[in-house]
């Protein structure tokens, strides 16, 4: 949903202040890099779920030029760019399904804009939030879904250090495909989009993730690109994540 207010930050409605503004917002990615360096990976492995055209994966290999990236798109036409954009850079891996809560297929929400689409329907409310039509002209249509468990242990991964996640309020089901990695503790360090303000049916909502997130063994470190409609209202942000076990005495 950021590509939205990049977009359309112009548009009546928006309230959106950039990282470099004189609040001194806090980078994600500069945290995410300190994080590391707590942990002294050198080699970070990183998963970008929802990776749409890979402009998040350069970002990825700019601060972490010697990571492993692993990119997941279930759109078709956002997969062709993200090719396109990732077939330069080293060390990245790109794939044309969606991660969830099992293995299997299910129906993806294509809408006129495409960094909306979802495994979710669009909430009749989407508008009032984002003054975007989200049921005008969406297309259902099949994609596969994989769990993180399944992909780990068919490729061989035995740890992530990163997990970005934007993908449009399914980001507790990818969670809950990788409960023996989280039993493991193998993800370190979990990066995810929260909508806060309806915008597709089922969404999770700010206080069941943050709740979620906390009886998975995570502990919340900061809150980033917060986005709020012209009255005021939270309807979106980012978060940071850290595994209480692998930060246990930071």
């Known amino acids: 949903m950021k590509k939205i207010l990049k977009q359309l930050i112009k548009k009546a409605g928006y309230n959106f202040i950039p990282i470099d503004s004189k609040f001194n917002i806090r980078h994600a990615f500069v945290d995410q ?5 707590i942990l002294d990976v050198k080699n970070p492995v990183i ?21 492993k990236v692993y990119c997941f798109e279930p759109s078709a036409l956002a997969f062709k760019e993200l090719v396109s954009g ?3 850079m080293e060390d990245i891996e790109v794939y044309n399904f969606a991660l969830g809560s099992k293995d299997g297929s299910s129906d993806f929400f294509v809408n006129s804009f495409g960094p909306t689409n979802s495994l979710l329907k669009p909430d009749r409310l989407a508008n009032e939030t984002w003054g975007i039509d989200l049921n005008k002209d969406t297309i259902k249509k099949e ?13 061989g991964v035995s740890g992530i250090d990163i997990l970005k996640m934007d993908t449009q309020g399914t980001e507790l089901e990818i969670l809950k495909g990788a409960s023996e990695m ?6 370190k360090i979990i990066y995810m989009e929260i909508i806060t303000l309806p ?5 999770p909502g700010l206080k069941n993730t943050m709740n979620a997130l906390e009886d998975l063994g995570f502990t919340l470190f900061n809150l980033y ?22 930060f246990q005495n930071f």
């Open 182 to 187: 989280i039993k493991n503790s193998s993800i």
């Open 199 to 203: 915008t597709y049916e089922n969404q």
């Open 33 to 37: 890099k300190d994080l590391i360096g």
């Open 47 to 67: 998963f970008d779920v929802g990776a749409y055209n890979g402009h998040t994966a350069s970002n990825y290999k700019t601060f972490f030029p010697k990571s």
């Open 86 to 88: 990732t077939k330069e």
């Open 143 to 155: 994609v596969d879904v994989w769990t993180l468990d399944r992909f780990v242990k068919e490729k």
């Open 225 to 246: 690109n917060l986005s709020s409609k012209a009255n005021g209202h939270l309807r979106q942000l980012d978060a940071i994540f850290i595994n209480k076990k692998s």
